[in-house]
């Protein structure tokens, strides 16, 4: 596969209200957009980093920079005989695997384009549809319990709401006093610590499916602590950077479920080495979401097809997130259900007159 040109575009599209989180309140997605092109044939990846270092380490200007001066002058001058090659190749880069998987998504979709297969064919996943869930961000109790009675009349298929120290206990009651029984997760995004012991155990009152990181953004033990003092199973976000951190998260007892998010684990081969370790090792996994445009959000779309991803994802209707998104087809879930674009690749294209409205910056490495 010989790749002929790479496009790095810089773009800011707002949100349709402000998503506030344990760790920041955000109102617009700033995403690197990349496009491969390959014998008259475009691939498109995007970035999952931010442009501050709040959710992982990384940050745009420094996945731009190492695009620019590492991972592409390397595409350009060596291509790849297929897109599995790439995360062994960059591994003498350390790290920084949000950079890597946003130029790896591009040739993962350039490469099926050049096949004429869905994206999902080439991963091994068979399903033309998946299941997701809803993940709502803090705002008042009123209109939280809103939100989610609306989420639940569209039939969203899990629900997930963002707690902190002090919103969580009260939240929790009110929520469950009014949908005692629909498939209700949290996520604290790494607020609590083991000193706050009895406000967790708490937690175990409200059945939910599962308690996503609370703990350190980058812990294992204080978590695998913490799963033995819980009923409720833990799941793993932040922390798991890798397929090897994924083996020693569950080696330990760390989490019970795992959440995959492409970019953090760092790229599409390394989702695959996770699916085949989760299911062979019987845990549950599914796709977690990072507020992507249709082009992360088809890439999200097609890995949830793989056989681990069995609990509902966070790849809900792109309408939820975005007034106007940056591709030409709709992403939006019927009764709960996501249908996979149908196509070669990620199956969407790129509205090129709105790309060019939310562009901030575009650069070609030939």
């Known amino acids: 596969m010989r790749i002929d040109e790479v496009e790095l575009r810089i773009i800011e599209l707002p949100y349709r209200s402000p998503f506030k989180t344990s760790f920041a309140e955000e ?17 498109y990846g995007e970035s999952a980093m ?33 897109p599995e090659q790439l995360t062994a190749r960059w591994a003498h880069w350390r790290g920084n695997p949000m950079a890597k998987t946003a130029l790896e998504l591009a040739v993962w979709d350039c490469y099926a384009r050049q ?9 091994g996943g068979d399903r033309t549809e998946i299941p997701v869930g809803a993940s ?80 350190h953004w980058d812990d294992l033990t204080d ?28 080696d330990l007892g760390s989490c019970a479920v795992v959440n995959v998010k492409v970019a953090r684990v760092g790229g599409l081969q390394a989702a695959r080495e996770i699916n085949d370790l989760c299911v062979a090792r019987g845990v549950p996994m599914w796709c977690g979401g990072m507020l992507e445009t249709g082009v992360g959000r088809a890439h999200n779309i097609h890995l949830a097809t793989m056989a681990g991803f069995v609990y509902p994802g966070d790849t809900a209707s792109a ?13 939006e879930t019927t009764d709960g259900i996501m249908p996979v ?23 070609v490495v030939r």
């Open 136 to 215: 709502l961000g803090m705002t008042t109790l009123a209109a939280t319990v809103d939100n989610v009675r609306r989420h639940v009349e569209q039939g969203y298929k899990r629900v997930k709401l963002k707690i902190e120290p002090g919103w969580d206990i009260d939240l929790l009651t009110a929520v469950r006093a009014e949908f005692p029984s629909i498939e209700l997760t949290v996520d604290a995004n790494s607020a609590y610590t083991l000193d706050m012991m009895p406000v967790l155990r708490r937690l175990d009152d409200f059945d939910l499916h599962y308690i996503e990181q609370p703990l």
């Open 50 to 82: 931010d442009p501050f270092p709040v959710f992982r380490e990384e940050t745009i200007t420094g996945a731009l920079y190492l695009l620019r001066e590492a991972f592409v002058p390397d595409l350009l001058g060596s291509g790849c005989e297929h």
């Open 27 to 43: 109102r617009e997605k700033v995403a690197i957009i990349v496009t491969v092109r390959s014998e008259g044939v475009e691939g």
């Open 319 to 331: 309408s939820r997130t975005y007034a106007r998104d940056i591709v030409e087809q709709r992403l």
């Open 223 to 250: 978590h695998a602590v913490l799963a033995k003092e819980l009923r409720t199973p833990l799941c793993l976000d932040e922390s798991l950077t890798s397929p090897a951190r994924v083996k020693a998260a569950i």
């Open 341 to 363: 674009p149908a196509g070669s690749g990620i199956g969407v294209t790129l509205d090129r007159a709105f790309l060019q409205e939310v562009t901030q910056s575009t650069e």
């Open 115 to 123: 096949q004429n297969v869905p994206l999902r064919t080439l991963l």
